[in-house]
């Protein structure tokens, strides 16, 4: 599989490129980006070729890796899936839910695979750790803590304008989402409260009868920034196994899903009728915020 590689942000330099280069199982065949200078600095450093327009770059690959922002990705996947190319997404797929429709249509209409990379999803001990919880079907509630320190830290992605805009629920959110969901199932009402900064803390109550509560901060100290998911249920508890795998590492996963489900492997639980989803949840969530009362989905 050739796949080009959509940005040139320090997610798609430290991140996806690395990644796509040292996978043996495709071929790097491209970089381009909305800045045409680092799109030909990463396209030196592993030796493929920069475009300059996106379309060009659409005409010479099986699939796009895509490290844009929300807004800038929805519009740009849902022209490779128009294409017919296979997408590896970033999260959020959108920051509003007809944006991430329209992608996730474009891929059903084209039969194409697509994953979306939510790191904790893909690579180590966790990933079986969710499978064994997902399994059982006696759970009773869950509570999800995300608090980054991206606000109050030297992070890269402190300037990023639609961090700066979204906050930790668009940034976060969908990362907490991407665990809760298959272990108690679809969201039927969000109720959400502003905290600290863009700290938001969200209630969710499920379809099967479980509830959740979700923190989530980018402007946590540093001494207090972590991710912790603890599940209660008939069986007793169970948290989140503390280590994962490094980004790198997990993005390579990712690309092996991408391809079992381009050679016919069905759906990845994580592809982009799941990110529409996610966004939707997103969206009412951030409805419950702006208006003060629960929203059903």
């Not at 030796?47 to 844009?68: I, K, M, S």
């Not at 839910?97 to 039969?111: C, D, I, L, T, Y």
């Not at 995300?146 to 976060?172: I, M, Q």
């Not at 700290?199 to 379809?207: E, F, I, Q």
């Amino acid at each position: 599989m050739r796949i080009g590689l959509l940005g040139t942000g320090p997610w798609a330099r430290t991140v996806h490129a690395p990644a796509l280069a040292g996978h043996p199982g495709v071929e790097f065949a491209g970089v381009w980006g909305r800045r045409t200078e680092a799109a030909a600095e990463i396209a030196v450093e592993h030796g493929v070729p920069a475009y300059g327009d996106v379309d060009e770059l659409l005409a010479e690959v099986d699939a796009v890796a895509v490290a844009l922002a929300p807004h800038a990705q929805a519009e740009v996947a849902a022209r490779a899936a128009e294409a017919g190319r296979h997408l590896l997404l970033d999260k959020p797929v959108a920051l509003a839910v007809p944006e991430a429709r329209r992608v996730a249509e474009a891929v059903a209409a084209g039969g194409l695979a697509s994953v979306v990379f939510f790191t904790l999803r893909f690579g180590g001990e966790r990933v079986p750790w969710l499978a064994e919880q997902a399994a059982r079907d006696d759970w009773f509630t869950a509570r999800c803590d995300w608090l980054g320190s991206v606000f109050t830290s030297d992070s890269p992605y402190a300037e990023s304008p639609w961090r700066r805009d979204k906050g930790a629920l668009w940034d976060v959110g969908p990362h907490a989402l991407s665990l809760l969901l298959p272990v108690l199932g679809d969201v039927a009402e969000v109720t959400a409260a502003r905290g600290p900064g863009d700290t938001v803390h969200l209630v969710l109550g499920h379809t099967a009868g479980a509830s959740s509560s979700l923190a989530l901060s980018l402007t946590a100290p540093p001494a207090a920034a972590g991710v912790a998911l603890e599940l209660r249920g008939g069986s007793g508890t169970a948290r989140l196994p503390e280590h994962g795998v490094p980004p790198v590492e997990a993005l390579g996963h990712a690309v092996d899903a991408l391809l079992s489900a381009a050679d016919g492997g069905g759906p990845h639980p994580c592809d982009a009728a799941f990110g529409l989803r996610v966004v939707e949840i997103l969206a009412a969530a951030e409805q419950a915020l702006n208006g003060g009362a629960t929203v059903r989905l």
